[in-house]
């Protein structure tokens, strides 16, 4: 089975976890970005992050060769912007027709999920979701991170 992590991380909380993911799966990674990526300042990237989400803008994303066609399981992985899955991943879905795979999604956030992984399975809907895992604090926890999602990952076994 070919597997993929497909990610946007703007402060690294979420890269850490698609590698983290890495560590326990053989698979490829593909991280999405942004050609104008917004400023990690505060509160500068809440204020035009939070736009972009009620918006429902899709950035244009930097390109990437990507065939989805020959993955049978993906990773999706977003932080949380304003309880929503972040625009890039939304400029993702548009760009590539995702159905029939197996999905497993994740989100990084510093307070609450929201409605982002329960957004994320309307959008994908047709698909065959397999977990749907969120991280609080990430790089300031990763020890207790990582045991949660090493936790999370056995839930998956047999399942994927």
């Known amino acids: 089975m070919d597997k993929i992590v497909v990610y946007y991380s703007l402060e ?3 890269r850490f976890i698609a ?3 890495g560590e326990h799966f053989e698979l490829d990674f593909q991280e999405l970005k942004p050609v104008k990526e917004l400023s990690k300042v505060e509160p500068i990237k809440h204020i035009w ?5 009620m918006m429902r803008e899709s950035p244009q994303l930097k390109e990437y060769d990507l065939d989805l066609h020959k993955y049978d399981l993906i990773f999706l992985g977003t932080p949380v912007w304003s ?3 972040s625009p890039p ?7 590539n027709s995702i159905s029939g795979k197996i999905i497993v999604l994740f989100c990084t956030h510093m307070g609450m999920p ?3 992984l329960r957004n994320l399975e309307k959008e994908l809907a047709g698909n065959n979701i397999k977990g749907a895992f969120d991280y609080k604090n990430v790089l300031k926890n990763k020890e207790k991170v ?3 999602l090493q ?3 056995s839930k998956l076994e047999g399942k994927i």
Not at 49 to 53: E, H, R, Y
Not at 89 to 95: D, G, N, P, T
Request: hydrophobic share 25%; charged share 35%.
């Open 12 to 14: 690294g909380n979420t």
């Open 19 to 21: 590698e983290c993911i």
């Open 49 to 53: 992050g939070g736009k972009q989400v």
């Open 83 to 85: 309880f929503n899955f």
């Open 89 to 95: 991943i939304r400029s993702f879905l548009k760009e």
């Open 114 to 116: 929201g409605k982002t």
């Open 146 to 148: 990582k045991k949660k």
């Open 151 to 153: 936790n999370d990952i």
